[in-house]
């Protein structure tokens, strides 16, 4: 997603420390330590880009704690304008890299993992890239739970059908695949921006719900 460079983006993040973490060390401070250890249901989303749908899942679920991963200090402040619209309290905000962050992440193993319109990354030699690569489902395994599942979405057929390779072949089992999420739509899908953008324009979407134990 690229997005104009917003020079006042890492203050407006910054002023924001009990929601928004911008610096790796920001995670051994203590009120982010109670939050990582604390034993609420946690789900988390990587690359949420603006944040449509780990906002409305918020808002949805007073009950469960939400993390939204997005590299992008420019996206992030449209996800915390959200959160703070919609004066959500179940939601915090990490302004980093998953490479980066995995490992605070690992102290107290999350529930539930959302991959929405990732970045195809479509040149073999770009492969690693992919959020979806078995580096990256390595990286999951060690902050997830055991029976923890993962939901992916994409417009992106090659990208599809490249993750239900790579996640096969990693052990992922696969609880539901749907090759066209909007024709007879669930209830219960929550469309994301890229996902209401490629839809407009008349892109399939393909969705997938994987678990490594049942
Ligand atoms: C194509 S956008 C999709 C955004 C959103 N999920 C949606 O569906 O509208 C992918 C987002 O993932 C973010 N991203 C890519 N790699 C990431 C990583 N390793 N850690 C955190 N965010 C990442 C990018 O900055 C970008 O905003």
């Given at each position: 997603m690229r997005m104009r460079n917003k020079p006042w983006a890492i203050d407006y993040l910054n002023q924001h420390s009990e929601i928004v973490v911008?610096?790796?060390?920001?995670?051994?401070?203590d009120v982010w330590q109670q939050f990582i250890r604390s034993n609420d249901i946690k789900h988390i989303e990587v690359g949420s880009g603006m944040g449509r749908f780990i906002t409305t899942l918020a808002k949805q679920n007073p009950y469960i704690q939400y993390i939204s991963v997005e590299l992008d200090k420019n996206v992030m402040v449209r996800v915390l304008d959200k959160v703070l619209e919609q004066n959500l309290d179940n939601i915090r905000l990490i302004c980093l890299p998953i490479e980066e962050i995995h490992d605070y992440l690992a102290i107290n193993p999350l529930d539930q993992l959302y991959l929405n319109f990732s970045d195809p990354w479509p040149k073999n030699r770009h492969e690693k890239r992919r959020l979806t690569h078995h580096n990256y489902l390595s990286i999951y395994e060690k902050f997830l739970k055991d029976d923890a599942l993962i939901q992916f979405k994409t417009d992106n057929r090659k990208l599809f059908e490249y993750s239900l390779i790579s996640m096969s072949q990693y052990g992922y089992q696969f609880v539901d695949i749907n090759l066209h999420v909007h024709d007879r739509e669930p209830d219960d899908n929550i469309r994301t921006e890229y996902e209401e953008k490629f839809s407009s324009k008349g892109s399939r979407i393909y969705m997938l719900k994987a678990k490594l134990n049942e």
């Open positions: 911008t610096e790796v060390d920001d995670l051994q401070q």
